[in-house]
């Protein structure tokens, strides 16, 4: 019988992310998955930037954006005429930008970037059977080998849909799905419409229903993924149970999609290279919990929604995220008994408000909001997910961004030994929690030194800690050598102006890049008192 601390199961982005993370935590993992090689689809395609600020806190993003393509916003088109045009414009402090990639070059990608962190897929192999206690669960397997056991401290259920995990968990997971099958299809569109846009064209019919064509520009030259309503000769009558995603039977030909752009293409286009093609159905569901003991979901096992907005690999790419750096510290021994918890009180909320928009905006259409026009395609990048109400999460009223807020961004940080200004992200890039101390003339340096060495015992020794001076503010050399403390200059007053920090004030942000708390730094006992939200007594 074999042991690991966590078991993987499922090999797509969401199972590779928390895998990659695990193992870059010096956690044991292992990764399985029933089928014998990927996938070479282009299912999920497009990429947010919050996904691509997760990638470069991994150290990913540089191959992702070697190979994927901008995507700029989205051209739509009525009966013919040109409707409302999307443009997906971010903040400058946001510093990546909406990008599509095909899903099969996504999981090469993390599976690279799985090796280098000491892991692999194990390929061919099946979970038969899940049997937990309370201290490991106990894994049957079908591999090539033959049948094998395996003992896991935690079990997590990276499975899609019809997760196995989630099963032998007797989680539930209500929902419904819609009636309409469509077609996907991976091709490339000789036409004369401007690179980089998301093309969505629709037509009433005869009996009030919309036929609908929808193309996502992929890395190539023409390269589409074009989504469309089946036709009748290849539905297909859905399976038993959840009937979500791709299905067998017969699949498109490039007539079929032709066809289809005959009728609804704003311009004139044919189609060709036709790479693949599948019928799929939707479903919109979410599981009552997202852990059940030992057992833990993430990604399609635990959220299934209309691919609207490209929200679902990327919200189940933020449930590893969020779930692996908190089962690192609870399997080396260094977390509370309740941190675990923290993952479902702050994914299932989010989980469910995605489920919701996207099933609103397939039936209605994209949302605006007139008080805030930016607001939208904010939180389509996923820029607006936060904890604010969350376990771990101190409440500090009237500050922005508040505790429970993504960490933003800011350039323009100098250091003594570089040449060239830092972002604040860079910072960011470990695995440990982060604890930026704001000095400005009236601070003291020995107030500053006392937090953090306070906060570093209480975090076990994982923690970071930056003195990052205000503009213009004398470099003490009590901060920058005697008590040892890492100095950032904010030279360009980015960081100020994105934090407003009072002279003093304590910022901690989590491993996954989250505001956790703003405290003064004259009371390193409060500090303590937050870190024992995460961290077990030393």
């Known amino acids: 019988m074999d042991d690991t601390d966590v078991l993987v199961v499922g090999a797509g982005p969401v199972g590779l992310t928390a895998a990659a993370e695990l193992c870059r935590r010096g956690v ?9 090689a990927p996938q070479p689809y282009a299912k999920a395609v497009g990429i947010q930037p919050r996904t691509l600020e997760l990638w470069d806190a991994m150290g990913l993003v540089g191959r992702v954006l070697d190979e994927a393509v901008p995507l700029l916003g989205q051209l739509a088109f009525v009966d013919g005429e040109p409707g409302p045009r999307l443009d997906l414009d971010l903040p400058a402090e946001v510093p990546y930008r909406f990008a599509a990639l095909p899903q099969d070059t996504t999981e090469r990608l993390l599976a690279e970037h799985l090796a280098g962190c000491g892991g692999t897929v194990e390929r061919g192999t099946e979970v038969l059977g899940l049997e937990q206690d309370d201290e490991v669960v106990r894994v049957t397997l079908a591999t090539p080998a033959g049948p094998r056991e395996l003992t896991a401290r935690w079990v997590v259920g990276c499975d899609g849909a019809h997760s196995t995990v989630r099963h032998a968990a007797g989680i539930g997971f209500g929902g419904d799905a819609f009636p309409e099958q469509y077609m996907l299809g991976d091709v490339e569109l000789d036409w004369d419409l401007p690179p980089g846009y998301v093309v969505r064209s629709t037509r009433r019919t005869a009996d009030g229903g919309t036929d609908a064509l929808v193309c996502v520009p992929l890395p190539g030259r ?12 290849l539905a297909t009558a859905p399976a038993a ?49 997202y852990r059940a003991g030992r057992l833990l979901l993430a990604g399609d096992a635990a959220h299934i929604h209309p691919p609207t907005g490209a929200q679902g690999m990327n919200t189940g790419i933020q449930d590893a995220w969020n779930l692996a750096w908190k089962l690192a510290l609870t399997v080396r ?44 395609v904010l939180r389509e990048a996923q820029l607006l997910v936060g904890y604010r109400d969350g376990p771990l999460t101190e409440p500090a009223p009237g500050t922005r961004p508040a505790p429970g807020d993504r960490a933003p961004d800011c350039a323009g940080l100098t250091r003594p030994l570089t040449a060239y200004p830092q972002r604040l992200h860079e910072l960011l890039r470990g695995t440990r929690h982060t604890l930026l101390l704001a000095a400005g003339p009236t601070t003291d340096a020995q107030t500053l030194h006392a937090c953090a060495a306070a906060a570093h015992a209480a975090a076990h020794g994982l923690l970071d800690v930056y003195a990052v001076l205000a503009q213009g503010s004398p470099a003490s050399p009590a901060v920058a050598d005697g008590l040892r403390l890492p100095v950032v200059r904010d030279t360009g007053a980015a960081f100020h102006a994105a934090y407003r920090p009072g002279d003093g004030e304590a910022l901690l942000v989590r491993p996954d890049g989250y ?24």
């Open 28 to 36: 044991r993992c292992r990764v399985v998955d029933r089928l014998d």
């Open 222 to 233: 023409g390269r589409y993924r074009v989504s469309m309503n089946v036709p009748p000769e």
């Open 241 to 289: 149970g959840v009937a979500h995603g791709l299905e067998g039977g017969r699949a498109p030909e490039l007539r079929h999609i032709q066809q289809v752009l005959d009728r609804l293409s704003p311009r004139p286009a044919t189609a060709s290279a036709l790479r693949w093609s599948s019928v799929f159905r939707i479903s919109h569901r979410l599981a009552d919990r």
């Open 333 to 376: 021994g260094a977390a509370t008994d309740t941190l675990l918890d923290s993952y479902q009180a702050e994914r299932h909320p989010v989980g469910e408000e995605v489920v919701s928009r996207t099933v609103r905006h397939a039936r209605a259409g994209f949302d605006s909001d007139p008080e805030d026009p930016a607001a939208p």
């Open 515 to 538: 505001l956790a708390a703003r405290l003064p730094a004259a009371d390193p006992a409060r500090l303590v008192a937050h870190l024992r939200r995460t961290f077990a007594p030393v």
